[in-house]
């Protein structure tokens, strides 16, 4: 990179510093800080909530898995047909269960429905499956950019952790939000710029070798993941997505506290609408980059050479570092940068909030008496805690990365569909008590634990997340029917009542048929285009 490369990069850190302290001057108390003072407007939540699935891995992965992972190809678009039938689920079902939420965490609904068990026992595995996944992938950004900042792999950590954490400590929630935003047009535009120059470079030749066709097929039937292994068809990347959807943005403090942020149940709808509608869009921008790496593979051999001995992540960043311009590669750089910002600024705000509210002021009560001043500086000072420790983490288990990222990306799909049932079970069921939700959970959990130690070559992992979720409320259910003697008090809105809130229904299932529609139009039109 030269210097106006890294003048770039320096401007848009500033940008997000800045931002953040200046927001940071405004907060009063920790209401300011974990929830925006539940004033920040749909498209901003929407937007925050868009961004933290787009990352530094999400630019550099897709079209890997696109152009050239065995196995991929554009069959990777049957995961965006989840996204708005678990925003509609979300919807319709948890959102009535948080609108009378008066803290900052979700897992206050579960003690008001099953008790104080339940409630640490949910926020307990968040504390560690959130705070170990932000190492993971605090060390999986540092591979990739690291690869431009010529720095040595623990000095890219660390100032990638030290920037996220100045502006999530100063800045609360509303600054994380707020530099989501600018990180996903960053990174949006940084995108489209890629396939500007693919095309460019392209020079209107896309043939490609017959080999390549299978990649641009979107819709795989053919295999079902039980049996087969086969993690990449409709049917787990559909119902699999599906749960693991619900729960990541719905049953996942990270996520949630943005609609708790959003103010009320109308705002968080909103935002939810539009978090399906502008992924997409997003998606389709990392495919078509993917897309065009086919042909420009097949007709640059001594580029495609360099890779041949390299894993297919390598791909976009060698790319990167031979094709773009001074300027836009810094843009490039930047923007994974604050992508990857953006996952830790989520957790760590998130951390802070459920040690807080679940644990701290719950075991130590005179917290409570502490002025607003001193509650906020207690609020920053535990974000510092979690962001150390994630980092720690990251440092750690440097060396060994491709291992440990797949073994936590298993372990969060392991408990997404548990977590989920328990919270179904609360809203679903007017007999279970803390006792059955806690052995739901427990066999949902052992299920997976039993298909990831025996069955991960033949099962899809996608599937832990139903099967999780389904055996957890079964089982729940079941127990509740044999061993309840009396009617336990119903919780707020559930059973048929929930269907009265179908506000966001019709939007939603329009998007899912669009999102099909354009994706049979899309393989139709590859497959003539291959034709010619």
Avoid at 85 to 96: G, K, T
Avoid at 140 to 149: K, R
Wanted: with cysteine; glycine share 10%; charged share 10%.
């Amino acid at each position: 990179m030269n210097s106006f490369d890294w003048t770039v990069i320096a401007s848009v850190t500033a940008l997000v510093i800045g931002m953040s302290w200046l927001i940071g001057r405004r907060q009063k108390n920790q209401s300011d800080y974990y929830l925006g003072g539940r004033s920040i407007p749909f498209w901003l939540v929407g937007s925050s909530l868009a961004a933290n699935q787009v990352s530094a891995i999400s630019l550099v992965g897709a079209p890997a898995f696109i152009a050239l992972k065995a196995g991929g190809g554009l069959r990777w678009l049957q995961y965006e047909l989840a996204i708005p039938l678990a925003m509609l689920f979300i919807i319709l079902v948890l959102l009535p269960a948080y609108s009378k939420l008066g803290g900052s965490t979700i897992y206050e609904y579960l003690e008001h429905r099953f008790g104080k068990t339940a409630r640490y026992a949910l926020g307990l595995v968040f504390l560690i499956s959130r705070s170990l996944g932000a190492g993971v992938v605090l060390l999986a950004t540092s591979y990739v950019v690291g690869v431009f900042l010529g720095f040595d792999l623990g000095v890219t950590i660390f100032l990638i952790a030290a920037v996220a954490l100045i502006y999530t400590v100063l800045g609360g929630i509303k600054a994380d939000i707020y530099t989501d935003l600018v990180q996903l047009v960053i990174l949006w535009l940084s995108s489209a710029a890629c396939v500007g120059i693919l095309l460019v470079l392209l020079g209107g030749d896309y043939s490609i070798s017959p080999g390549s066709a299978d990649r641009l097929s979107i819709f795989e039937f053919g295999s079902t993941g039980l049996g087969d292994g086969a993690t990449f068809s409709f049917w787990p990347m559909l119902f699999g997505g599906l749960f693991l959807y619900i729960s990541y943005y719905g049953c996942d403090q990270s996520q949630a506290q943005r609609l708790l942020a959003a103010g009320g149940t109308e705002g968080a709808r909103k935002a939810l609408v539009f978090n399906a509608l502008v992924r997409f869009p997003i998606v389709l921008t990392y495919c078509a980059i993917g897309v065009l790496m086919i042909p420009f593979l097949a007709h640059t051999p001594e580029f495609t050479e360099t890779l041949r001995t390299l894993p297919p992540d390598y791909l976009m960043p060698h790319f990167f570092a031979r094709y773009l311009p001074p300027g836009l590669l810094g843009l490039v750089v930047a923007g994974m940068l604050a992508a990857s910002m953006s996952s830790l600024d989520s957790a760590m705000n998130s951390l802070s909030a459920v040690t807080w509210e679940d644990f701290a002021r719950r075991i130590f009560p005179r917290l409570d008496s502490l002025s607003d001043r001193g509650k906020l500086l207690s609020s920053r000072l535990i974000t510092l805690f979690w962001g150390c420790f994630s980092t720690a983490f990251a440092l750690r288990i440097a060396g060994g990365a491709e291992t440990v990222i797949e073994l936590v990306n298993k372990i969060g799909s392991a408990f997404y569909g548990p977590v989920a049932g328990v919270f179904a079970l609360g809203i679903f069921t007017h007999r279970a008590r803390e006792g059955h939700a806690m052995a739901g959970f427990a066999a949902g959990f052992g299920l997976n634990l039993i298909l990831w130690m025996f069955f991960e070559s033949e099962v899809s992992w996608m599937w832990w997340n139903l099967g999780g979720f389904a055996l957890t409320l079964a089982t729940g259910f079941i127990g509740s029917i044999i061993t309840s003697r009396g009617r336990h008090p119903s919780p707020r809105r559930t059973g048929p009542e929930i269907l009265l809130s179908r506000r966001g229904a019709a939007p939603l299932l329009a998007w899912f048929i669009v999102i099909i529609a354009l994706c049979a139009f899309a393989e139709r039109a590859l497959s003539i285009l291959i034709a010619d």
